[in-house]
């Protein structure tokens, strides 16, 4: 098993092009800051326009040689999903890494996406389903490598065939949990079909622990009245150091998927601590919740119908 303690070196990137998407704050910031301080072009995949310039002024102060630019990208639309592709395909780079990481956690109340879905489906999962399968060409021609952020959720995550986008009955925690696993089943099935049908794509999942981000207040704080409790209940754990870390830590076992020579496809990626809670990156097991292959192909083509492709 791989295991590399709490750090990593990024190997050199240089010539190499990457899209991150969530890019604006926490791990994605992190790890677009990482993989442009090692040579790589980033491209921050950005919803707010005025964040994602925060960013690239923060990449850009840290590492003033850095080429970074922000794109567009709300991945609860799948229009703007298609406007980012139909650019960058315009554009006809190859590209050599994408990161899955954009999400958003646990709603109170259930929202949808401006294509009907229930929120957390649609922005962890589905928008990355279309922008990954969108952008295949150019991964294709990058023989890219595709690193997808589940989450530990995913363990307790299933498929709920008969109300999958929570119309019937909807649990915040349940629909997070479905999404993660959706990734995670993604992340493995593109690898799949990847090596069968000779596309030269590498895809694998990573999660980073229990990460103090804004994930905790944004997600839980939808259609409350009053403010959840989750991200003053993190930042007290995080300062004792207790079962949380920090965004540069949780950015470890992505990048190390993302990027590491030893890390391979249709593996999954996180930290080596107690409960995979905090902790250095290693090659974990995949969950039993992920390993039915018929049912990944499954979800495949349910995505696929959701998608229009």
């Not at 986008?165 to 079909?193: C, H, I, M, T, W």
């Amino acid at each position: 098993m791989v295991k590399n303690e709490t750090t990593f070196r990024v190997p050199d990137l240089t010539g190499r092009l990457a899209l991150v998407t969530g890019a604006s704050g926490g791990l994605g910031l992190s790890l677009a800051t990482r993989l442009a301080e090692g040579g790589a072009e980033v491209l921050l995949g950005v919803r707010d326009a005025a964040k994602g310039l925060a960013a690239l002024d923060r990449i850009r102060r840290e590492l003033p040689a850095a080429r970074v630019s922000v794109r567009t990208l709300d991945l609860a639309s799948l229009d703007s999903v298609a406007a980012l592709v139909g650019e960058l395909d315009e554009e006809g780079r190859p590209i050599d890494l994408l990161v899955n990481n954009a999400g958003v956690m646990a709603p109170a109340t259930r929202h949808t996406t401006a294509d009907g879905l229930e929120l957390q489906f649609g922005t962890n999962y589905l928008g990355h389903v279309a922008l990954t399968l969108g952008l295949l060409p150019l991964l294709r021609a990058g023989h890219a490598r595709v690193t997808t952020v589940t989450s530990a959720a995913a363990k307790h995550g299933k498929l709920d065939w008969t109300d999958p986008q929570g119309e019937r009955k909807y649990s915040p925690v349940r629909a997070y949990n479905q999404s993660k696993l959706a990734n995670l089943l993604f992340a493995l099935e593109l690898d799949r079909r990847s090596e069968a049908g000779g596309w030269g794509i590498t895809s694998n999942a990573a999660h980073p622990g229990t990460t103090l981000t804004g994930l905790y207040a944004a997600g839980p704080n939808l259609g409350r009245a009053k403010r959840a409790p989750h991200e003053a209940i993190m930042t007290r754990l995080a300062r004792w150091g207790v079962l949380v870390h920090h965004v540069d830590q949780g950015t470890l076992p992505i990048l190390y998927a993302a990027v590491s020579p030893q890390a391979r496809g249709g593996r999954l990626y996180g930290p080596d601590g107690f409960g995979e809670f905090t902790g250095g990156p290693t090659e974990l097991s995949v969950y039993r919740t992920a390993r039915d292959a018929a049912q990944a192909a499954r979800l495949w083509d349910y995505s696929l119908e959701l998608a229009g492709r």
